[in-house]
């Protein structure tokens, strides 16, 4: 992890002494901590990692997460009471004077605690150092999405076999989620989406109790958790017959996700592969029917560091970012189709590394 946290400091213009990473409760565990310690498992509430210029760490824990603590490369300091804690603390970075925080990690409760407990202290916003520099994975990183991916195209093929009339939404959730687990995933990476018939046309519609009838769009958007990290994958089927007008959404969505792999590669800005997406299905009767961006970076968050392929990005793609491609076509009152794939950026293509059948599948 030493590398990880050199790289953190040199992504930054006016270098702290020392960056702290502070964890709240749950839900607010900073994805960052657990990126510089390489930590998989324990929830590390109240805990601080101090990282140092020369790619050292310190971790301050509760007793609670001490013995799965050891298991990073650090210096392991553990508190037993709020009096230990702010010793500790204070002592850490007796020496700093200029103190990093990740803005978008910290809660001004949390922000608030600290500035009181370090007095005198400058604290600067160090946030998009740690976006851009977890945008390129390592060989750890990656090989933990290819697993997570791994995961999601067993559980994606299976879903022909298990999908039967009358079957719920959440019921299909339930399946999809189970299956995930059975195959060695954490736990869903989000709130799995599964959606029928009209439904299909709500991007971030997730369940509910409607069953599914012949002739219906189904629509299932998930992802794996596999070591903390995550699967994007999205597949469309037609539970019966597809009709005329399915099969033409269908196409356009497909053709447009290709289009999207041959954009992307190394030295590409973001939104050059939104707008070549957008602009194919725009020249097709779908015009004004694409309604979201053409993907989203992927790692330890689901939509990780805020980077999209969509006009507002333009950064230019580098080799080792992982990406989602997914455009769809969503129809109000009908229905919506949608195929979603992950990505590694390469030189001169693209790795798609989610590997189920993109061709239409009729149930």
Do not use: W
Not at 227 to 244: E, L
Not at 281 to 300: A, E
Not at 337 to 358: A, C, G, P
């Amino acid at each position: 992890m030493e590398k990880r946290i050199k790289n953190i400091f040199n992504n930054i213009e006016k270098k702290p002494d020392v960056i702290l990473i502070k964890n709240s409760d749950e839900p607010y565990i900073d994805d960052n901590f657990f990126y510089v310690t390489g930590l998989t498992h324990g929830l590390f509430e109240g805990s601080v990692a101090v990282l140092f210029q020369d790619g050292s760490i310190d971790l301050i824990v509760s007793e609670l997460e001490s013995e799965i603590a050891k298991k990073a490369k650090a210096g392991i300091k553990i508190y037993r009471s709020e009096e230990d804690f702010d010793k500790i603390l204070k002592d850490s970075i007796s020496s700093s004077s200029v103190v990093g925080l990740n803005f978008e990690g910290i809660s001004q409760k949390e922000f608030c605690k600290l500035k009181e407990k370090l007095s005198g202290i400058e604290f600067i916003d160090v946030s998009k150092s740690f976006e851009k520099t977890r945008l390129v994975k390592d060989e750890l990183e990656i090989n933990s999405i290819k697993k997570a991916c791994t995961i999601a195209d067993k559980v994606m093929e299976n879903i022909p076999e298990f999908l039967n009339e009358g079957m719920y939404e959440y019921e299909l959730a339930a399946e999809i989620n189970y299956l995930m687990q059975k195959n060695g995933a954490d736990k869903p990476a989000f709130e799995t989406i599964s959606s029928f018939g009209k439904s299909t046309a709500e991007p971030h519609y997730t369940h509910g109790d409607v069953a599914v009838k012949n002739g219906d769009l189904v629509l299932c958007d998930f992802g794996a958790c596999f070591k903390k990290y995550n699967s994007d994958i999205t597949r469309t089927f037609v539970f019966g017959k597809a009709s005329a007008d399915h099969k033409e959404m269908y196409e356009t969505v497909l053709d447009a996700q290709q289009i999207g792999f041959e954009t992307a590669k190394a030295g590409v800005n973001a939104n050059e592969v939104h707008h070549a997406v957008e602009s194919y299905i725009d020249d097709t009767k779908f015009k004004g029917r694409f309604i979201h961006s053409t993907g989203h970076s992927l790692g330890l968050a689901v939509h990780d560091g805020g980077a999209r392929f969509s006009d507002a990005n333009k950064f230019e793609l580098k080799e080792n970012m992982v990406f989602t491609i997914e455009p769809g076509v969503y129809l109000p009152g009908y229905g919506g189709v949608r195929i979603e794939d992950v990505i590694l950026i390469k030189k001169s293509e693209v790795e798609i590394l989610t590997k189920t059948s993109r061709e239409l599948i009729q149930i």
